[in-house]
């Protein structure tokens, strides 16, 4: 990285916070995104500034954040993820962000996207005040992600994803969450510099002393219990494995589909122990230890190249059973961190080959590339890269037309 005091996308001195940076995420994916990207920046001497909203999208609450340098805007409550009501709640929000642009003017924009209405107000402010640099990054794809096919069709969600499709062409800088959103977007990225930025995590402190059984699969599920886990997938998988091992079956989380699970896991033949939401560290570290593999399983209908849910566990050092395809895929395959059960895949045979030995190499292999790939240090040398390749030259390419 370089230097505090040197703007990182122009390569000038900025002096003492001379450089105005507003973040704006209407969902407040604050630990998992925003705080490595508020870091990043402040470190480069930039004055950040967040806007998110005071609604929380998953517990479907308000609430207060107290950080200073947070500004929260009020926008409508709303109880279901698939409906009108969240998009008008999107909407005004953004309308609302575009005038804390107004307000601030800042000299960088950075937002993540959905909603992908926000796409349309920066445009806008780029449009009035064009020096603005402004960055878009892709975190989820809507109407792509959603798990009912018939709806992405329909004309409001086509047109919801028109907004965003039409207007990232008039970021400086689009970075994607995954290489597959990426590939997605390519038609409608081919004017605008794009890169791929995983999600980060910070290391933790625990004390990790696999108890793995020799006679037994162990099994894990981290996360929310929702409609877009293939939940008979997961029960295909511990019948799979049954025919060789006794399967037990940790849950660590909660959701609307968490007897269904339990249902499903039980009647393929698995002891389930639920856990419930765990938020220690350790306490997890402690169950993950018994455990061989973590459940990596979605639905083929939705559009997912990393989860959240993968980084968990290699956070925790815990290889993956794996059915998301793109990156997920293509990085179980190249530092073989676990299993893929992609359409031609005989799980019975990988697992049960498996020795005590391997499994304790697969888990080292799951920290080493922890490490390179989702850490705050890969993170931030990731942004300072993409950024120096990409912004850098673009302030020389400005420059050099000014003064010509």
């Not at 993950?288 to 993968?310: A, E, P, R, W, Y």
């Not at 990731?382 to 673009?394: E, F």
Request: charged share 30%; glycine share 4%; hydrophobic share 35%.
């Amino acid at each position: 990285m370089s230097a505090a005091g040197v703007c990182i996308i122009c390569g000038e001195d900025s002096g003492d916070y001379g450089m105005k940076l507003l973040v704006i995420d209407c969902f407040n994916n604050y630990d998992i995104r925003i705080k490595p990207i508020l870091d990043f920046f402040e470190y480069h001497n930039y004055e950040c500034t967040y806007v998110t909203s005071d609604f929380d999208h998953r517990e479907k609450k308000r609430y207060q954040c107290l950080d200073e340098k947070t500004i929260q805007i009020k926008v409508p409550k709303y109880s279901k993820n698939i409906s009108f009501k969240r998009i008008i709640s999107h909407i005004i929000f953004s309308y609302r962000a575009y005038k804390k642009m107004l307000d601030l003017k800042p000299d960088c924009i950075y937002t993540i996207v959905p909603p992908n209405s926000i796409t349309w107000f920066a445009k806008r402010y780029k449009m009035k005040y064009k020096n603005t640099k402004l960055i878009f990054d892709i975190y989820d794809l809507w109407p792509e992600t959603m798990p009912i096919k018939k709806l992405k069709k329909s004309l409001p969600f086509y047109l919801w994803g028109a907004i965003r499709n039409k207007n990232i062409k008039y970021a400086d800088l689009v970075i994607t969450e995954c290489n597959l959103f990426k590939d997605i977007l390519k038609n409608y990225l081919k004017e605008t510099k794009a890169e791929t930025l995983y999600l980060a995590k910070r290391e933790i402190n625990v004390v990790s002393k696999p108890k793995l059984s020799e006679y037994e699969i162990h099994l894990a599920y981290l996360g929310s219990i929702n409609n877009i886990i293939d939940i008979p997938k997961i029960k295909e998988i511990i019948e799979t494995i049954k025919k060789v091992k006794s399967v037990t079956l940790h849950i660590v989380g909660d959701g609307e589909s968490r007897q269904e699970l339990i249902d499903a896991a039980q009647a393929g033949g698995a002891t389930v122990e639920y856990h419930g939401k765990i938020y220690d560290s350790q306490e997890k570290q402690d169950i993950f230890d018994k455990c061989h593999f973590g459940l990596n399983i979605m639905k083929d209908n939705v559009c997912v190249g990393l989860t959240m849910k993968s980084i968990d566990y290699f956070q925790h050092g815990l290889p993956i059973i794996n059915n998301i395809p793109a990156d997920t895929a293509e990085i179980v395959e190249k530092y073989g961190v676990g299993v893929n059960i992609l359409e031609d895949d005989d799980i019975k045979l990988k697992i049960n080959s498996l020795t005590l030995e391997e499994n304790t190499i697969l888990k080292s292999r799951v920290i080493n590339l922890f490490k390179e790939k989702f850490s705050i240090d890969a993170f931030f040398e990731n942004m300072g890269n993409i950024l120096q390749n990409h912004l850098s030259m673009m302030a020389e390419e400005d420059a050099n037309e000014f003064n010509n």
